[in-house]
């Protein structure tokens, strides 16, 4: 588990990648890596995310491949078993943490408040999603880490080529990109791959 708790650590940034199916998910899958990124977050807002996770693990073994938006147990289970190597949610759920402890799976959850940041934490998280990060702001990351700088954050939304080393200058440990991949792109492979490699290009 802590190796993939370091792996997410060391590769800085993860696509978290929605789409409206699998081959829409897998376009922005394939220009994400080739734009260098090598942790991938396959959301199950998507229908086809188990499928997409299965496609990855098998094709491309040393990119780190994890499911988001999972938020009831079955959903962490049928991502596990497709090969998911961490589970993120947009808030907290004990059921979910207890059996990411169980699988030795990293669970990265939700949280906005200190209160949830120090509940979750205190039930043995080791990295917090903030979420949403365009509300909460960088400055509530720079707060939380002067009275607590144990603190490990991954933040996600409102990170983009204009501030994301401001997030990492803040105190995050990883960032996680989702609209600023796919923005002004329709879908598009070449665009999607021009705007990863210029936020990559950002980080310090």
């Given at each position: 588990?802590?190796?993939?708790?370091?792996?997410?650590?060391?590769?800085?940034v993860?696509?978290?990648?929605?789409?409206?199916?699998?081959?829409?998910?897998?376009?922005?899958?394939?220009?994400?890596?080739?734009?260098?990124?090598?942790?991938?977050?396959?959301?199950?807002?998507?229908?086809?995310?188990?499928?997409?996770?299965?496609?990855?693990?098998?094709?491309?073994?040393?990119?780190?491949?994890?499911?988001?938006?999972?938020?009831?147990?079955?959903?962490?289970?049928?991502?596990?078993?497709?090969?998911?190597?961490?589970?993120?949610?947009?808030?907290f759920d004990?059921?979910?943490?207890h059996?990411?402890?169980?699988?030795?799976?990293?669970?990265?959850?939700?949280?906005?408040?200190?209160?949830?940041?120090?509940?979750?934490?205190?039930?043995?998280?080791?990295?917090?999603?903030?979420f949403?990060?365009?509300?909460?702001?960088?400055?509530?990351?720079?707060?939380?880490k002067?009275?607590?700088?144990?603190?490990?954050v991954?933040?996600?939304?409102g990170?983009?080529?204009?501030?994301?080393?401001e997030?990492f200058?803040a105190?995050?440990?990883?960032?996680?990109?989702?609209?600023?991949i796919?923005?002004?792109?329709?879908?598009?492979?070449?665009?999607?791959?021009?705007?990863?490699k210029?936020?990559?290009?950002?980080?310090?």
């Open positions: 588990m802590y190796q993939i708790l370091n792996k997410i650590k060391e590769n800085k993860v696509a978290v990648v929605r789409g409206q199916n699998e081959q829409e998910a897998l376009n922005i899958i394939l220009a994400s890596i080739e734009g260098g990124i090598k942790s991938i977050e396959v959301t199950f807002t998507n229908p086809d995310a188990q499928r997409v996770i299965e496609t990855l693990k098998l094709k491309y073994p040393s990119i780190l491949v994890g499911a988001g938006t999972v938020i009831d147990l079955e959903t962490a289970r049928k991502a596990i078993l497709a090969g998911a190597s961490f589970i993120v949610s947009p808030n004990l059921d979910i943490l059996y990411c402890k169980e699988q030795n799976v990293p669970y990265l959850p939700g949280c906005m408040t200190v209160n949830e940041i120090l509940y979750a934490m205190k039930k043995g998280v080791e990295i917090i999603k903030l949403p990060g365009n509300v909460i702001g960088k400055e509530f990351v720079k707060a939380i002067e009275p607590l700088p144990h603190i490990q991954m933040v996600t939304g990170v983009d080529q204009s501030n994301i080393n997030w200058e105190g995050c440990v990883a960032v996680g990109l989702a609209g600023s796919t923005k002004d792109t329709n879908n598009d492979f070449t665009k999607i791959l021009t705007n990863v210029g936020i990559l290009q950002e980080v310090k």
